[in-house]
Protein backbone atom coordinates (compact mmCIF):
# COMPACT_ATOMS: atom_id res chain seq x y z
CA UNK A 1 0.00 0.00 0.00
CA UNK A 2 1.15 3.87 -0.56
CA UNK A 3 0.42 6.96 1.26
CA UNK A 4 -3.08 7.73 1.78
CA UNK A 5 -4.45 10.70 -0.32
CA UNK A 6 -4.80 12.93 2.87
CA UNK A 7 -1.14 12.07 3.84
CA UNK A 8 0.69 12.53 0.07
CA UNK A 9 -1.92 15.98 -0.32
CA UNK A 10 -0.43 17.10 2.96
CA UNK A 11 3.30 16.13 2.29
CA UNK A 12 3.06 18.17 -1.28
CA UNK A 13 1.24 21.11 0.16
CA UNK A 14 4.08 21.52 3.30
CA UNK A 15 6.59 20.81 0.69
CA UNK A 16 5.16 23.45 -2.10
CA UNK A 17 6.23 20.22 -4.47
CA UNK A 18 9.88 21.46 -4.00
CA UNK A 19 12.44 18.19 -3.27
CA UNK A 20 13.43 18.39 0.47
CA UNK A 21 16.78 17.55 -0.11
CA UNK A 22 17.97 19.79 -3.38
CA UNK A 23 14.82 21.46 -2.76
CA UNK A 24 13.79 21.69 -6.81
CA UNK A 25 10.54 23.03 -7.85
CA UNK A 26 9.53 19.28 -9.02
CA UNK A 27 5.97 20.38 -9.56
CA UNK A 28 3.77 16.89 -10.94
CA UNK A 29 7.76 15.17 -11.10
CA UNK A 30 8.02 14.40 -7.42
CA UNK A 31 7.77 11.34 -5.60
CA UNK A 32 7.10 10.24 -1.88
CA UNK A 33 9.49 7.73 -0.26
CA UNK A 34 9.18 6.11 2.91
CA UNK A 35 11.60 7.60 4.80
CA UNK A 36 11.45 3.62 6.58
CA UNK A 37 10.68 1.66 4.23
CA UNK A 38 7.94 -0.93 4.82
CA UNK A 39 10.02 -4.00 4.49
CA UNK A 40 11.84 -2.74 7.72
CA UNK A 41 8.49 -2.39 9.34
CA UNK A 42 7.71 1.43 8.45
CA UNK A 43 4.29 2.74 8.06
CA UNK A 44 2.42 4.81 5.38
CA UNK A 45 2.11 7.95 7.70
CA UNK A 46 3.16 11.73 6.94
CA UNK A 47 6.17 11.37 9.42
CA UNK A 48 7.34 8.50 7.56
CA UNK A 49 6.72 10.17 4.44
CA UNK A 50 9.52 12.54 2.27
CA UNK A 51 8.85 14.60 -0.90
CA UNK A 52 11.52 13.74 -3.40
CA UNK A 53 12.89 15.03 -7.07
CA UNK A 54 13.32 11.81 -9.60
CA UNK A 55 17.08 12.23 -8.87
CA UNK A 56 17.25 12.24 -5.23
CA UNK A 57 14.60 9.35 -5.02
CA UNK A 58 17.20 7.53 -7.52
CA UNK A 59 20.08 8.56 -5.25
CA UNK A 60 18.20 7.68 -2.00
CA UNK A 61 17.48 4.61 -3.11
CA UNK A 62 20.00 3.09 -5.07
CA UNK A 63 22.93 3.03 -2.03
CA UNK A 64 23.94 -0.58 -1.88
CA UNK A 65 25.36 -1.33 1.40
CA UNK A 66 26.93 -4.78 0.45
CA UNK A 67 29.61 -2.32 -1.93
CA UNK A 68 29.47 0.91 0.18
CA UNK A 69 30.58 4.18 -1.75
CA UNK A 70 29.80 7.84 -0.25
CA UNK A 71 27.74 7.82 2.56
CA UNK A 72 24.34 6.61 2.56
CA UNK A 73 21.07 9.03 4.05
CA UNK A 74 20.04 7.73 7.28
CA UNK A 75 16.54 7.83 8.67
CA UNK A 76 16.80 10.57 10.44
CA UNK A 77 18.95 12.61 8.16
CA UNK A 78 16.00 12.14 5.45
CA UNK A 79 13.61 13.29 8.65
CA UNK A 80 15.78 16.23 9.42
CA UNK A 81 15.86 17.53 5.99
CA UNK A 82 12.26 17.18 5.06
CA UNK A 83 11.48 18.73 8.43
CA UNK A 84 13.63 21.79 7.91
CA UNK A 85 12.26 22.26 4.33
CA UNK A 86 8.62 22.12 5.80
CA UNK A 87 9.67 24.75 8.13
CA UNK A 88 11.52 27.30 5.37
CA UNK A 89 8.17 27.00 3.36
CA UNK A 90 5.70 27.47 6.31
CA UNK A 91 8.09 30.56 7.30
CA UNK A 92 8.72 31.80 3.85
CA UNK A 93 6.70 35.29 2.69
CA UNK A 94 7.61 33.87 -1.30
CA UNK A 95 4.47 32.89 -2.92
CA UNK A 96 6.87 30.43 -4.52
CA UNK A 97 10.31 29.48 -3.02
CA UNK A 98 11.54 30.26 -6.63
CA UNK A 99 9.80 33.54 -7.18
CA UNK A 100 12.88 35.57 -6.47
CA UNK A 101 14.78 34.10 -9.47
CA UNK A 102 11.70 34.47 -12.07
CA UNK A 103 11.82 38.55 -10.90
CA UNK A 104 15.11 38.60 -11.77
CA UNK A 105 14.68 36.72 -15.27
CA UNK A 106 12.03 39.02 -16.40
CA UNK A 107 14.45 42.47 -15.27
CA UNK A 108 17.13 40.84 -17.43
CA UNK A 109 14.75 39.00 -20.29
CA UNK A 110 13.36 42.56 -20.46
CA UNK A 111 16.36 44.12 -20.77
CA UNK A 112 17.73 42.14 -23.31
CA UNK A 113 14.39 42.36 -24.91
CA UNK A 114 14.60 46.11 -25.52
CA UNK A 115 18.57 46.11 -26.30
CA UNK A 116 18.13 43.84 -29.74
CA UNK A 117 14.59 45.51 -30.45
CA UNK A 118 15.98 49.07 -30.22
CA UNK A 119 18.73 48.33 -31.94
CA UNK A 120 17.90 46.05 -35.06
CA UNK A 121 19.43 43.07 -33.52
CA UNK A 122 16.23 41.08 -34.47
CA UNK A 123 15.41 42.27 -37.55
CA UNK A 124 18.75 41.67 -38.70
CA UNK A 125 18.60 38.06 -37.43
CA UNK A 126 15.16 37.60 -39.08
CA UNK A 127 16.20 39.22 -42.40
CA UNK A 128 19.21 36.79 -42.79
CA UNK A 129 19.07 33.05 -42.37
CA UNK A 130 22.08 32.03 -40.93
CA UNK A 131 21.10 28.06 -41.31
CA UNK A 132 23.78 28.09 -44.77
CA UNK A 133 27.46 28.92 -44.98
CA UNK A 134 27.72 32.39 -45.65
CA UNK A 135 30.92 34.53 -46.44
CA UNK A 136 32.95 36.51 -43.67
CA UNK A 137 33.78 39.44 -45.68
CA UNK A 138 30.06 40.56 -45.02
CA UNK A 139 30.63 40.66 -41.85
CA UNK A 140 32.93 43.78 -42.39
CA UNK A 141 35.75 41.33 -40.06
CA UNK A 142 39.05 42.61 -40.02
CA UNK A 143 41.49 39.23 -38.78
CA UNK A 144 44.88 39.35 -37.82
CA UNK A 145 44.45 43.21 -36.46
Same mark, same amino acid.
Given at each position: ???? $??? #?? !?? /???????????? +??????????????????????????????????????????????? $??? #?? !?? /???????????? +????????????????????????????????????????????????????????
Amino acid at each position: MSFS $KNV #SD !NV /LVDSKRCCTLCH +KFCGFKIELHHIKQKADGGEDTYENCIPLCFDCHAEVKSYNPNHPKG $KKY #SE !NE /LIMHRDRWFKKV +KTSSLVNVDEKYLVLDREIFQTIKKAIYDDGTILFLHEHNFAHAFELERLNLTYGS
